[in-house]
């Protein structure tokens, strides 16, 4: 069964200008599948996961090239780095020919963009266009396409409300598509395989790992803190390693599609990146195994459910803008009165506020603090409380209270 991504608009819309393409995304997100259900039909594919495929295109790129020249898609093209600058030279010239056949060329895929970024930006630069893929959406699942999330413009058209239990169990669940259709006896055995699979495959590829179990146990501190601030200090100690290694390794976990790590918001571009960030483990049900909520039940009663909520509605966010080809332009608001807004997405210079709340009861005073950025001088426009209340409606005149499971 295919579930019709949302991104096949975009990409299929850069298809038309752009010689290569790259799609990147954690492992099993569905970047392969998605692709060689686009593809035209006389499109090559080949993977470099395959040993012999990965040495030739190293060993010998011209060689390789001529055995899988375009249309093609190349899978995993962070194992073979040697391949971008052929790539390079054969798109320049079949662009200095002005041939019709110059867009489109190559399809690339890579789950590690920790390696791959680099020789990308260096390589192709001006003639990649890159895209993210992030898990399944909600509105993927339901068969519904949407746009960028903002609370004017959400629509809930073709979704379906569905109670607390259920809900927890979509975010229980997860959103790898080699999952979704599994039976909830294989939640475990899906989860074991991929964190093993993700350890022995990627992190040593990425960095020298020298004990293993001590990397699981930094995965497991850190799900334990999804939907916190980011204290890489308190981080390095429940994992018994350096802060300097937490902070290397959290960066791999970034990279490689992972997880998300939000920014607060400040006029000063350069003072955002260097405070605080929140941590978001992209795919809820890896962070449910990794701290053990092994029920959809025992996660929705636990103490960290609320953690688990806002880091579901986030990533739900997060893919809104994802897969329809653009940057999430996502921030949180804290002060030194410790006010705080969850989410405050930034368009066209205009700030919208963004709370989320576990609870099923609306209130004024969830969002009493959206006032707060008058001080900013700018635009503010409509917000949204986000909680499991069944009311789609507008709470005050700017804020509306929408369903989580809408989303």
């Given at each position: 069964m295919f579930?019709?991504?949302?991104?096949?608009?975009?990409f299929k819309a850069a298809n038309a200008s752009f010689s290569i393409l790259l799609l990147t995304g954690a492992r099993q997100v569905g970047k392969t599948t998605f692709l060689r259900h686009i593809a035209e039909k006389n499109r090559k594919f080949v993977s470099l996961d395959s040993l012999d495929y990965r040495m030739m295109a190293k060993n010998d790129p011209r060689l390789f090239l001529s055995n899988f020249p375009p249309p093609v898609i190349i899978d995993e093209i962070q194992y073979a780095p040697e391949l971008l600058p052929h790539i390079k030279m054969m798109v320049d010239e079949?662009?200095?020919?002005?041939?019709?056949?110059?867009?489109?060329?190559?399809w690339l895929t890579g789950s590690q963009q920790?390696?791959?970024?680099?020789?990308?930006?260096?390589?192709?630069?001006?003639?990649?266009?890159?895209?993210?893929?992030?898990?399944?959406?909600?509105?993927e699942l339901a068969g519904q396409r949407n746009q960028p999330f903002l609370p004017e413009t959400f629509s809930s058209e073709g979704m379906t409300l569905i109670e607390a239990p259920e809900f927890f169990r979509r975010i229980?669940?997860?959103s790898f598509p080699?999952?979704?259709?599994?039976?909830?006896?294989?939640?475990?055995?899906?989860?074991?395989?991929?964190?093993?699979?993700?350890v022995e495959r990627d992190v040593r590829d990425l960095t020298q790992v020298g004990d293993l179990g001590r990397f699981h146990s930094f995965l497991k501190a850190a799900a334990a803190r999804t939907g916190q601030l980011?204290?890489?200090?308190?981080?390095?100690?429940?994992?018994?390693?350096?802060?300097?290694?937490?902070?290397?390794?959290?960066?791999?976990?970034?990279?490689?599609?992972?997880?998300?790590?939000?920014?607060?918001?400040?006029?000063?571009?350069n003072k955002r990146m260097i405070s605080t960030p929140k941590l978001y483990f992209l795919d809820t049900g890896l962070a449910a195994y990794l701290t053990s909520w092994n029920t959809p039940q025992v996660?929705?009663?636990?103490?960290?459910?609320?953690?688990?909520?806002?880091?579901?509605?986030?990533?739900?966010?997060?893919k809104s803008y994802l897969h329809s080809g653009r940057q999430a332009p996502f921030f949180y608001y804290r002060d030194k009165e410790m006010q705080e807004i969850d989410l405050l997405i930034e368009d066209n210079g205009t700030l919208h506020p963004v709370e989320f709340n576990k609870s099923a009861n609306l209130?004024?005073?969830?969002?009493?603090?959206?006032?707060?950025?008058?001080?900013?001088?700018?635009?503010?426009?409509?917000?949204?409380?986000?909680?499991?209340?069944p009311e789609n409606m507008m709470i005050t005149g700017k804020c509306a209270a929408i369903p989580a499971p809408l989303l």
């Open positions: 579930i019709t991504r949302n991104l096949e608009t975009a079949t662009g200095f020919k002005n041939s019709p056949d110059s867009n489109g060329m190559f920790f390696q791959l970024m680099k020789g990308v930006t260096e390589s192709l630069a001006g003639r990649v266009a890159i895209f993210n893929l992030l898990g399944l959406s909600n509105h229980w669940r997860g080699g999952n979704i259709t599994r039976g909830d006896g294989d939640w475990q055995i899906f989860y074991d395989s991929y964190v093993q699979t993700y980011l204290n890489y200090s308190s981080l390095a100690r429940d994992a018994d390693i350096s802060q300097p290694t937490a902070k290397s390794w959290m960066s791999i976990l970034a990279t490689s599609g992972l997880v998300y790590l939000l920014y607060p918001y400040y006029k000063n571009l996660l929705s009663d636990g103490a960290m459910s609320g953690a688990f909520f806002e880091t579901w509605c986030i990533a739900e966010l997060l209130r004024k005073s969830d969002v009493a603090t959206f006032a707060v950025l008058d001080k900013f001088k700018m635009p503010v426009g409509n917000g949204a409380l986000i909680s499991l209340s």
